[in-house]
């Protein structure tokens, strides 16, 4: 199976603000760090918000942060909200396609079979255990080495 852009930016945004979920990130302070689309990534920001995932905030200081600990967060459903309209194959779409296989098909049973099992199989694991670790101040890099550098005085 493969994900779309917006679920890959939608889990790359919640893998950094799981490294510190108390902090508020702007959609271009994320954007900025993995190089992908602000526009895009406002979409799915949007979308996970929606479904509660993240809440966003207004003004200085704003951003959006976890609704929830990214132990609380399963990733199976996480997929399954960034995926929502998203078809894995034209017999899925709401209006069913234009497939002329479909009044006989046997494969559209077997695929949703398998896609039910994916996000079950992800269901298995939480943000918490993809969190991506914390970025360092900045600086901090920077100082620490430094610091190191330095030798003390006798």
Partial sequence: M???RFSDFGLRALMRMASDPERPYSTAEIAEEFGI???HLTKTIAALATAGIVETRRGTGGGAVLAHPPGDLRLGDIVAVLERNSVLVECFAPDGGACVITPTCRLKVMLSKARAQFIES?????LADCALP???PPGGDQLESESRSVSPRR
Avoid: W
């Avoid at 992800?122 to 939480?126: D, E, G, K, R, S």
């Fill in 122 to 126: 992800l269901n298995a694991h939480t």
């Fill in 134 to 136: 914390p970025k360092p």
């Fill in 37 to 39: 689309s602000r526009h």
């Fill in 2 to 4: 493969r994900l779309t």
